[in-house]
């Protein structure tokens, strides 16, 4: 009898300490975003950067890429007789400017998604319609239907890449391609670990898109001075414009 | 490499596909006088630019399109400084007027469909008019040529002619009253400010069938008046909206100034009611593609606020 307990108590720390290590090893799991930020210079055509790091060897991760949140108003398009026009206008808030979710290819994510708080079906969680009397769910299927086609939303199965690194852990590798629509702002790259279908740990890392250069100092100068920036826009284009008549002209005379 | 930065549109473009797109608006300005608006804005659109951003990063580089064309063809004589002034003023206070009444049609509703309609229609009228109108005028240009024929003065020419301060336009060869070019410029303005385009579409052939003024000074003088509705619009934009890029219509302008000197050269190789006749094909494909978008299912039922 004293036996069986002992073997009972010695199985169940066994379990504890395994578990323990495991969370603990999914917790300490180390990620690395390379380049750890992206510059948006004059000749930017979109860039990739690197995901990796390490997780427990039963380990599953996925790992969302979220821009900031921009202003997203649009007409709604609706029929009057034979006609299609626009009927009104709909505001999303807290909409991401992107959203897309790298997953590992072991296995179809597809249904457990939602359940996992993953996944741009989850963002009708999120995202607020205004006004309120619309159509919610015609809105938001539109809403991602028209971000997908710009390739700013997605789902991007067994694009996490795992090796082997030892008994206790292995290694993910992903690479995220920032589209030439690319606005500058602070992303979130959010991983989540899984254990045997459960979440273990959840972290956000923070990630810096920034404008450089003479994009940069244009950008300044059309939002904090306006006015001289719209004049000096029309006075480089009259510049131009004159310019080619008179070579065009002299070109001619000759 | 061939990748360039927006910094207001926030997009990257290729730098071959705008200064083409530029080259291509530029040379219809400098063929037909027109601003290109009503074509370049749905282009941009379609390559990703934001629709606001389009429409008057479009006006900044009109401005050195219609500057390089009104140049060019002011050397070649073809510029009537006096009706373009008088036409452009009476196009100001059209404008404002315009804004205000699409201020109105917004909160009666249904407004966008109005404009379309109104667009479609006019579009309709004014091309089928001046294509038809051409094409006659081109199979009796031989039986012109042998001599005048006697003209009966329309009703429309006998109201010109009894209006007081008759004035005489020496470039463009007619003695009208300053009131017409002002009430049809102040007309052309509203319907622009109304469509949210330039309106050279609309004043090409108003000058030419309303004014009577010969084809190739109407377009040295539709490019003058343009200019200064674009120089207008780019400050007013920059200013209110903040939605002007400068690097977008940098690349543009590139295009279209070339674009604008080759077309002015072509259209003194054509003959006006040639001209004509090109001018009403595009204004019928416009015409077209928009009644095609109205009646079929859009692929998506959101747009982006300020497209079309």
Redesign the interface.
Known sequence: MLNQKIKTTGWFLILLILTASAAHAAQNSEFKIKPNQLG???????QDITLCGTLPTGGEIMIEVIGPPKDA??????R?G?????RG??ELEKAPFLYVLLLPGTQKWGAQLPSLGVGVEHLEQIITIRPENLDHK??FE??I??KR??HLYGQKEAAIHYVTENQKTKKFEATFHFP?????GEYRIATTVLQDNRIMNRAVHHFQVE?VGV??S??EL??NK??I??????V???F???V???F??RS?AH | ?L???L??A????LLPVIIGLGFLVGLLSGLFGVGGGFLMTPLLIMI?IPPTVAAASDS??I??????????HY?LGNVDFKMGIYLLIGGVIGGTGGVQIIKILRQLG?A??LI??TYVVMLGVVGSYMFIESLQSLRTAKQRETGPTAQKQSAYARLISMLPLQTRFERSGIVLSPIVPLVLGGFVGVLAAIMGVGGGFIMVPIMVYLLRMPMHVVVGTSLFQILFTC?NV???????N?T?D??L??LL??GS??G??VGA?LSRRLKGDQLKIFLATIVLIVMVKMLV??????H??????G??
């Open positions: 948006i210079g004059t000749f930017f055509a979109g108003k649009f007409n709604i398009k609706g009057v034979p006609f299609w026009m626009n206008k709909v015609m809105i539109q809403f239907k028209l086609s710009e030439s629509s690319t606005i500058p404008e994009i940069k244009i950008h059309a939002y306006e006015l920036y719209g004049i000096l826009c029309v480089i284009a009259l131009v414009g004159s080619m008549g008179l065009f002209g001619e | 490499m990748h360039i930065y910094p207001i926030q997009h990257s473009v990703g900044n580089q401005v050195a399109a219609s500057a390089s064309g009104t140049y060019a050397r249904n966008d469909f379309q309609i120089m780019t400050v007013m934009q920059a200013y209110s903040r002007v400068f690097v219509a940098l302008l590139v100034t070339i604008a000197q050269k978008g109205l009646l079929l299912h859009p998506f039922l959101l747009s982006y606020y497209g079309d």
